[in-house]
């Protein structure tokens, strides 16, 4: 018999674990296997926060793909995916035409989530990629080298706006304070010429999380020179700055999008029932009325039956179900009974900048030193699960 076609789009943390596990799964005369991912690295999407404000150098986040992945075992193409024809079991490619697959894995991630606010993708930075974050750094530097040679430098070079206190924007404010006044020395600016501002919608920053970690988390940030505005939302994002909606306007050179995401737009590109570009996933992770098409990661979208809302995007969640889809994918090869995936959440740690950070992990609360080291393990960790030890000693974070 001819071997299926396994075919797994994007290369983040659902493709890769997918693929890592699938290979393990499956012998190498039982299926062929297929990543496509846009560039030929894998990037750490829950580190960019770092190389954004130039905290850590770009290239420690991401890895060549074939330096991770046994490219004897997996059939590594990169391109950008247009659309997945579902009926006909294709998908188009930007440059290499269609390619067919028996079997389709779709993680394609996020992109941001504007709510309608005008002029987010004309004026801010909100890509959260390795060329994304690249940009926000070389902007922040090139503001702070600009500034003393106006001749009547305006505030709002020195201005940097943070739209939206989710875990995002708290982490990648954490790292811009962290690292102000060493761009202050750098570029003889003295500090109370920079102004920060993180602005949120909802009446407290970080929505839903335990709200004593959040005070810790405001009140270092605030004496670090942070500024929020809670319960404000942003209405539309201007070349010079964002208007709120209570109608006052700050002047900014440096607005970051950081309010939400939502699945990749080759979900509803590609006719997918979705909601904001996610699909609400079957319990064994298959597209509804798809017998053959997985989709996890942020393209997806799972019910919390404890407090029915959708489980956040994340990470934790896109491995936990790659796992499942491994699994799954060799038990409809071998034609066996296929799994309902149960995410087995951890806990949620966020960093702060420099050694602080905040976390719930199992109902213990976590913060300053303490949470840093577990932030610093759990980005580890990943690296174990995709490399082993010879990938966690290359790339990975010193806890201590
Ligand atoms: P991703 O890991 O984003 O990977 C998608 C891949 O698809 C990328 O490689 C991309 O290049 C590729 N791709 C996209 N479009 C195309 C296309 N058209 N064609 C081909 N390839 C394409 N979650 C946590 O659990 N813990 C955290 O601490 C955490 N921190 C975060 C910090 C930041 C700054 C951000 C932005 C997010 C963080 N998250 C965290 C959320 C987490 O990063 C996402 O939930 C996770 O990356 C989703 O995994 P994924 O596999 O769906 O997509
Ligand atoms: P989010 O949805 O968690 O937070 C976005 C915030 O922006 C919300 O608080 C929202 O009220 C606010 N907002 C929306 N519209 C606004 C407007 N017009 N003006 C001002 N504020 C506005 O999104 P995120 O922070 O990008 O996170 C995305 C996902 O990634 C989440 O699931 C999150 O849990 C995960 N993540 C996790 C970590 C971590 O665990 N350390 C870090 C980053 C992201």
């Given at each position: 018999a001819t071997k299926p076609n396994i075919l797994i789009l994007g290369a983040g943390y659902g493709g890769m674990v997918t693929a890592t596990k699938i290979t393990k799964e499956l012998g190498h005369n039982e299926a062929n296997v297929t990543l496509v991912s846009k560039h030929d690295y894998h990037y750490q999407t829950t580190w960019l926060h770092e190389p954004a404000a130039g905290t850590m150098h770009h290239d420690r986040t991401r890895m060549k793909i074939d330096d991770v992945i046994d490219i004897n075992k997996i059939n590594f193409i990169q391109d950008e995916v247009v659309e997945i024809h579902r009926e006909e079991n294709k998908v188009s490619l930007k440059n290499s035409g269609q390619v067919e697959f028996d079997y389709l894995v779709t993680a394609l991630g996020a992109v941001p989530e504007t709510f309608g606010v005008e002029g987010v993708f004309d004026y801010s930075f909100n890509k959260w990629t390795v060329n994304g974050a690249r940009e926000m750094k070389d902007h922040i530097e090139y503001m702070f080298a600009k500034y003393n040679n106006e001749p009547e430098p305006k505030d709002e070079l020195l201005t940097f706006v943070v739209a939206g206190a989710g875990f995002t924007g708290i982490e990648f404010i954490g790292e811009l304070s962290e690292r102000v006044p060493e761009l202050c020395k750098e570029y003889d600016i003295p500090k109370s010429k920079v102004k920060m501002y993180v602005i949120e919608a909802a009446p407290t920053a970080l929505p839903g999380f335990d709200p004593e970690l959040v005070e810790y988390a405001m009140n270092l940030l605030e004496n670090r020179g942070v500024e929020f505005k809670i319960n404000t939302p942003i209405s539309e994002v201007k070349e010079n700055g964002v208007i709120l909606k209570d109608g006052e306007e700050i002047k900014s050179s440096t607005v970051v999008w950081a309010t939400g995401v939502r699945g990749n737009p080759v979900i509803e590109k590609s006719g997918f029932e979705n909601m904001r570009g996610r699909v609400k996933v079957?319990?064994?992770?298959?597209?509804?009325?798809?017998?053959?098409i997985f989709i996890i990661g942020d393209c997806s979208l799972m019910i919390?039956?404890?407090?029915?809302r959708p489980f956040p995007p994340t990470a934790q969640i896109a491995m936990q179900q790659a796992e499942t889809v491994a699994a799954n994918l060799k038990a409809l090869i071998k034609e066996d009974k296929l799994k309902e995936f149960k995410p087995d959440i951890k806990g949620t740690v966020a960093s702060l900048g420099g050694k602080e950070a905040i976390g719930v992990v199992g109902n213990k609360k976590l913060f300053g030193t303490s949470a840093n080291f577990m932030k610093k393990m759990i980005d580890n960790r990943y690296l174990w699960i995709l490399g082993g030890v010879g990938l966690t000693l290359k790339k990975g974070k010193n806890p201590f």
């Open positions: 079957d319990p064994d992770l298959r597209a509804p009325g798809h017998e053959n919390n039956e404890e407090t029915e």
